[in-house]
């Protein structure tokens, strides 16, 4: 069992910034990542870390504003995002799992933070 708690959601003008933290404990994982939900909206991947190579991918939609990184020592991977818009808000979810990047394509992944949420105004 892996256990995930969530921190650093909130409101922000558009162009602002917000960096999400999320603290892994439990089993190991090969891969830590996040995905978002905005209302009446599928959830889609954000970003996802392969912990032992420090890969990272990001969605299309986020590339060059935000940033997924981690501290290995904390166990804990951050999702740094910059010049945030409108489109940007909903709910953020930490997920990691020993898993391939199909799963993460596909979004499954076995654990799941509780979510928090980042709320852009225009």
């Known amino acids: 069992q892996v256990q995930l708690v969530e921190s650093g959601g909130g409101s922000v003008q558009a162009g602002g910034s917000l960096r999400l933290s999320c603290a892994a404990s439990g089993d190991t994982t090969n891969s830590m990542g996040w995905f978002r939900q905005a209302p009446g909206k599928d959830r889609e991947g954000v970003a996802v870390?392969?912990?032992?190579?420090?890969?990272?991918f990001h969605d299309n939609s986020v590339k060059g504003r935000f940033a997924i990184s981690r501290d290995n020592a904390k166990n804990t991977v951050y999702l740094q995002m910059n010049s945030l818009e409108p489109e940007d808000t909903a709910l953020y979810y930490c997920?990691?799992?020993?898993?391939?990047?199909?799963?993460?394509?596909?979004?499954?992944?076995?654990?799941w933070g509780q979510g928090t949420q980042v709320t852009v105004s225009s």
């Open positions: 870390y392969y912990i032992a190579t420090g890969v990272s």
């Open positions: 997920a990691a799992d020993k898993v391939g990047a199909g799963s993460w394509r596909q979004g499954d992944v076995r654990y």
